[in-house]
């Protein structure tokens, strides 16, 4: 594995504990109210869940080609 590939597996699961944080934020804030960031998008969006799960899926993709059995490497 290479240091490229360490990067893009670390940037995703970095991604996916901030998707995780805005989405329990999000249902916390949203038991209390209506919950928007800043920018008025809501927290829970899926299309940022989906996103954030593609970015997951190209970062083990390279590793799922390395492996000489064929399984995935998670």
Known sequence: MNSSM????LTAQEDTMRDLRRLLRAKILKARGPAE???GKA???QVRRDEGR???DEAHRPEQ???TDGTPGR
């Open 54 to 56: 593609r970015r997951q």
């Open 65 to 67: 080609r390395d492996r």
């Open 6 to 9: 360490v990067e893009q597996l």
């Open 37 to 39: 960031e800043s920018d």
């Open 43 to 45: 927290l829970d969006d």
